[in-house]
């Protein structure tokens, strides 16, 4: 009881944290402008929610709406996909098996994923708390997080020089993460409906929808929606389809994610792929799907505030001689 209600504040909390630290450069914007801050920090504030009400409206019209569909489509490519596999004569118990537990899974998907939804924020009233709470801290992080370094400094006797090289390396990392990660799905995605589109594979917007969204969860997000979209050509296309579909995959997000992502996000997120995967999985063990989402930002950020103390006490040293 006590742990769920920590965690109904540290949740929006930490959201509104984050949000501030992508949405600050636009509060700098609107003061550059000439806005007073409170007022810059209200239209932020509200540009930030009619995003957020736009991202849910899509959601919803794009996929949530669309699940009956989806679940039909998933076991018609599974019966397709387990025909195929009994022609190249792959045990038959192990698909039969695999297709039961499919043909029984998937049409309870929609009530699974509302159902997740409903234990995360513990049905729509609590939501609708946590959602208050997220825009209540996120209005006091942008008006007021740029003092906090100086505050901590002052409150902690820490030294000031350090607590703001930290403060502005981690939010350099968490922004440029968040910038880069936007606009390689961006790019890629495209690129991987294409051939979705040219097959003519049905429920294209809700894998458009699902791709660009869980590209924010580093490499398992892209490949679970590769397997979403590979099981929906099977149902259509067979085993050709699927096969097509599965390059793609390959392509967007080997090659050309590759690619773009080291231009994108540039030194946001210097860290080895492994630990970035490392940082996903303990993420999503300690907080679910934002733990999965927020693991390899935290990580990078806390990597560039290491470096950036690490510079400091070199230039002190240097002084010093």
Do not use: C
């Amino acid at each position: 009881m006590a742990i769920g209600a920590i965690r109904g504040i540290v949740v929006p909390l930490v959201i509104a944290v984050i949000l501030g630290t992508v949405l600050e450069p636009l509060v700098e914007w609107l003061e550059r402008r000439g806005l007073p801050a409170t007022l810059a920090t209200v239209v932020s504030l509200l540009t930030a929610v009619l995003v957020g009400i736009g991202m849910v409206a899509i959601v919803i019209w794009g996929f949530l709406k669309q699940l009956p569909e989806i679940s039909a489509q998933l076991v018609l490519g599974w019966e397709s996909f387990v025909q195929w596999g009994k022609s190249l004569d792959i045990d038959e118990i192990w698909l039969e098996r695999g297709r039961v537990a499919v043909q029984d899974y998937a049409p309870r998907v929609s009530q699974g994923i509302l159902g997740a939804v409903s234990g995360t924020f513990s049905g729509a009233v609590s939501f609708g708390i946590g959602a208050f709470f997220a825009i209540f801290f996120l209005f006091f992080v942008l008006r007021d997080a740029r003092t906090f370094p100086e505050w901590l400094a002052k409150v902690t006797h820490l030294d000031a020089r350090a607590v703001a090289e930290v403060t502005i390396a981690a939010k350099e990392s968490i922004r440029g993460y968040f910038k880069g990660i936007g606009i390689t799905a961006l790019i890629t995605a495209p690129i991987f409906m294409i051939p979705l589109l040219l097959l003519r594979v049905p429920l294209a917007v809700p894998i458009f929808i699902l791709y660009f969204f869980l590209s924010f969860i580093p490499f398992i997000g892209a490949w679970l929606t590769g397997a979403f979209a590979v099981l929906i050509a099977f149902s259509t296309g067979g085993a050709s389809a699927a096969g097509i579909v599965a390059l793609s995959l390959l392509v967007s997000n080997g090659t050309i994610q590759s690619a773009v992502s080291s231009w994108a996000l540039g030194s946001s997120l210097k860290l080895h792929p492994v630990a970035v995967l490392l940082a996903t999985l303990v993420g999503g063990t300690i907080a679910g799907i934002l733990g999965m989402i927020l693991g390899a930002p935290l990580v990078a950020a806390a990597k560039r505030s290491v470096e950036a103390l690490r510079e400091i006490k070199q230039e002190r040293e240097i002084r010093q001689e």
